[in-house]
C-alpha cells in the first residue's frame, strides 16, 4: 500500500510552544511510518498560523486549519503589534492623605448615624451584588458547555473525515481543544500518544492560577459550590485554595463530561501512552499524579540532533564561529535570551520595573564578561521574541540567532538563562555548565542541586557566577565534570530516541489495525 492511501498521522498543535518539537516528532514518524503527516491546528486564532504553517509546507507536510479544512499551501503571515511594558517613568503619583483630623465624640456619633442609612444600603448591594455574579458564573457556565460541547463535535467530524491511524499531542491543557480531540479519539478507537514539549510544573500552574482572582475559590459563591462538589479541582497554594480553572468554566466541564483526568495534573488524561525525554522528566510526572504505566522513557528528537552535534563539536563550533565572525579558539557563552513574561506577572512587582530594565541588565551582565575576558557571546532567539525585544542586544554587539539552539547548546561552553526554561535540560544533558538567572523571581525548582547548574536569585549572584565560570578555565571544566556523571538522566543522547519513539508509534498504530 503506498503511503498517500495509508491513514495519515494527525499531529495537533494547541500554541506555538510544543510545534518545534512536533515538527521534529513528524519528520521521525513520516520515515519509519510511510504515513501521510497532517498538522492540525486546532485554535482559532492561532497567532503564528503564517509563519508555522509556512514551516510545515516547507517540510513537506500539510495543514489542517481551525475549522477542519485541508491545506497544502501556507497561510498569509499576519503582523502582530504587540505593546511593550510601560516605562519606569509612567507611573502615576499617589494622591496625598488628608491632614485634617476629628476625633471629638460628637464627631463619632455624628459618623455612626450617618454610617445606617450606608449601611443599609450595602446590605442591599450585597444581596444584588451575589445575585449578579451568580447570573455572571451561570452565564459564563451555560456560554462554555454551548462552546465546549460544539468544539467537541468538531474535533469529532475533523476524526471522522480524515481517519488517522495515529493522533499525537504535546499536551493537553484543561478546557482547550486538545482534551476534545484526545476524547473524541478514544470515542472512535483512534490510538493517542502525548510527546510533551517540555518539562509541565505544578508550580507554574499555580503560581498562576493564584494571580488571577477568578480562580480562587473563594472569589464567587460558584467557585465555592464547585470546590465543595468536585475537590479535585483545588489546590492549596501558598495558604490559597485555588481551582484549576474559573468555577463556570470547571462546572462546564464536569457537566459535558470533557474532562475524564486530574485538572492538576498536566497528562491525566486517558491515552494510549506518553513518551518522556529523559527519567528526570518520567520521575516528575509520576509526582505530579501522572499513570506511570503509561509513561515510556523513549528520549526525544532533539537528542538525537544533539548527539550528532556533539559528534562533530569541533567542526560545528568553527563553522557558528565563521557565520558569526567570533573566534573558534575562544570559549562561548551562550545566552538564552530572556523572554518577556511581564504579563503573566499580573502585577506582581520584582526588581525590574519593566521588560526593558531586566534586558538591559541582561546585556550589560554579558557585555561585561565578553569585555573582561575576551569570550564569545552569542544569544538564542525563541521566534516568538520580538525584534524590539532584543534590539538592545545587537546594538550592544551580541551575536543574536533566530533558533537553532539545540547546535547553539551543543557547540557552547557556558549556557545562560531564565530559571525555568525547559531547554536547560538540553544543556545539561550535553555536559554544559548552566547559569540560571532568576529575574522574574519565579523561585522554580526544577534544577536545583543539579550539578553544574547554578541558579542566581538577584543579579549580584548573576554577575558573580558568570564571572566564576568565564573567567576560570579549570573551574569551568570542574563543573562540567560534575554535570556529565548525571547528564545520562537529564537526556539519552545515544542517537536512538528516534528509534525508540518509531517502535512505539509503530505498535500503538499496529495495535488498531
Avoid at 555536559?431 to 529575574?439: E, H, K, Q, S, Y
Wanted: aromatic letters at 10%; glycine letters at 6%; one cysteine or more.
Amino acid at each position: 500500500m503506498s503511503s498517500s492511501t495509508k491513514k495519515p498521522v494527525i499531529l495537533a498543535v494547541l500554541e506555538y510552544g510544543e510545534f518545534p518539537e512536533l515538527i521534529r516528532v513528524a519528520h521521525v514518524l513520516r520515515s519509519s511510518l510511510d504515513r501521510p503527516i497532517l498538522f492540525f491546528f486546532v485554535k482559532r486564532g492561532y497567532r503564528r498560523l503564517g509563519e508555522d504553517s509556512t514551516v510545515v509546507v516547507d517540510n513537506g507536510f500539510s495543514w489542517i486549519d481551525s475549522e477542519g479544512r485541508l491545506h497544502r499551501e501556507a497561510a498569509e503571515t499576519r503582523v502582530v503589534e504587540t505593546i511593550l511594558s510601560p516605562s519606569a517613568q509612567e507611573k502615576s503619583e499617589p494622591i496625598p492623605p488628608s491632614t485634617v483630623r476629628n476625633r471629638s465624640r460628637k464627631g463619632k456619633v455624628l459618623t455612626l448615624l450617618r454610617l445606617a442609612p450606608y449601611a443599609m444600603a450595602f446590605f442591599a448591594l450585597a444581596i444584588y451584588g451575589t445575585l449578579r455574579l451568580y447570573a455572571r458564573d451561570l452565564a459564563n457556565f451555560h456560554r462554555d458547555v454551548r462552546r465546549f460541547s460544539g468544539r467537541y463535535h468538531e474535533m469529532e467530524r475533523v476524526l471522522s473525515r480524515f481517519a488517522p491511524a495515529l493522533v499525537v499531542v504535546g499536551q493537553e491543557p484543561p478546557g482547550s481543544e486538545l482534551p476534545f480531540l484526545l476524547a473524541a479519539a478514544g470515542r472512535l478507537g483512534i490510538p493517542r500518544l502525548v510527546t510533551p514539549f517540555a518539562m509541565f510544573s505544578l508550580r507554574v500552574t499555580a503560581e498562576y492560577a493564584s494571580s488571577r482572582p477568578e480562580y480562587r475559590v473563594d472569589f464567587s459563591p460558584l467557585n465555592a459550590a464547585v470546590a465543595k462538589t468536585f475537590p479535585h479541582w483545588v489546590m492549596t497554594w501558598k495558604g490559597r485554595r485555588l481551582l484549576r480553572l474559573p468555577g463556570w468554566r470547571a462546572l462546564a466541564l464536569e457537566w459535558t463530561g470533557l474532562t475524564l483526568g486530574l485538572p492538576w495534573s498536566p497528562l491525566s488524561e486517558p491515552v494510549e501512552s506518553i513518551t518522556a525525554p529523559s527519567d528526570v522528566a518520567a520521575t516528575a510526572m509520576a509526582e505530579m499524579g501522572v499513570d506511570r504505566a503509561r509513561v515510556t522513557v523513549v528520549g526525544s528528537p532533539v537528542h538525537d540532533r544533539l548527539a550528532a552535534y556533539l559528534a562533530e563539536r569541533h567542526a560545528l563550533r568553527a563553522r557558528i564561529c565563521c557565520e558569526l565572525d567570533l573566534d573558534p579558539s575562544r570559549p562561548i557563552l551562550l545566552c538564552g535570551w530572556p523572554a518577556n513574561i511581564f504579563a503573566w506577572l499580573s502585577g506582581r512587582a520584582i526588581a525590574y520595573p519593566n521588560y526593558e530594565a531586566l534586558a538591559n541588565a541582561w546585556v550589560k551582565a554579558l557585555v561585561d564578561v565578553k569585555a573582561k575576558y575576551g569570550i564569545n557571546v552569542i544569544a538564542s532567539i525563541h521566534p516568538k521574541t520580538l525584534a524590539s525585544e532584543y534590539r538592545v542586544a545587537t546594538e550592544h554587539g551580541i551575536a543574536c540567532v533566530d533558533g537553532r539552539t539545540d547546535e547553539l547548546i551543543a557547540a557552547c561552553d557556558i549556557f545562560t538563562t531564565l530559571n525555568g526554561s525547559s531547554v536547560t535540560a538540553w544543556a545539561i544533558a550535553c555536559g554544559i555548565p548552566v547559569v540560571l538567572f532568576d529575574c522574574f523571581e519565579t523561585h522554580y525548582t526544577d534544577f536545583n542541586n543539579v550539578p553544574g547548574c547554578v541558579l542566581a536569585e538577584t543579579e549580584e549572584q548573576f554577575v558573580s557566577s558568570l564571572d566564576a565560570l568565564c573567567g576560570n578555565a579549570e573551574f569551568r571544566e570542574k563543573q562540567a565534570s560534575e554535570q556529565r556523571i548525571v547528564a545520562e538522566g537529564w537526556g539519552r543522547l545515544d542517537g536512538n530516541a528516534g528509534k525508540r519513539l518509531s517502535d512505539l508509534a509503530a505498535k500503538l498504530v499496529g495495535s488498531a489495525e
